[in-house]
């Protein structure tokens, strides 16, 4: 089925891609090759002591996301801004189907799509 709107939530441990219509929902999880290891900085250290963003799982994600219109970006942190950042880098054609990025803790699957439908519904609106 072609689904106009997808929404995806993601942290750096896994993504939430779901593709939604008004009666249907197709969902995939994406987790990174290599977890993301959060690293203090030290002292007399170059570099910001941050293993460096997972360019192969934000791909992974944007894979996801081909044959819709409309993207809604959600998570708890950086995250989704990364995403937002590699999709500007290496996905240029995708960037207007971006149509927005929230800030949202873990909610379960079902609030997501409840969330997702609210938001566009909203953003159809206001065309």
Do not use: C
């Not at 942290?11 to 987790?31: G, L, N, R, T």
């Amino acid at each position: 089925m072609s689904h106009y709107h997808a929404l995806v939530w993601l942290d750096h441990q896994e993504a939430h891609v779901m593709h939604i219509s008004p009666d249907d929902v197709e969902k995939s999880i994406i987790q990174p090759n290599k977890p993301h290891h959060k690293l203090h900085s030290r002292v007399g250290t170059l570099g910001s002591g941050r293993s460096p963003e997972n360019q192969n799982y934000y791909h992974q994600v944007v894979e996801a996301l081909a044959g819709v219109s409309e993207i809604l970006v959600v998570g708890p942190a950086q995250a989704k801004l990364e995403l937002i950042k590699h999709i500007h880098a290496h996905h240029p054609a995708m960037v207007d189907k971006v149509v927005g990025v929230e800030t949202i803790d873990h909610p379960t699957d079902g609030q997501l799509v409840a969330y997702a439908r609210k938001y566009f519904v909203a953003k159809d609106r206001m065309l």
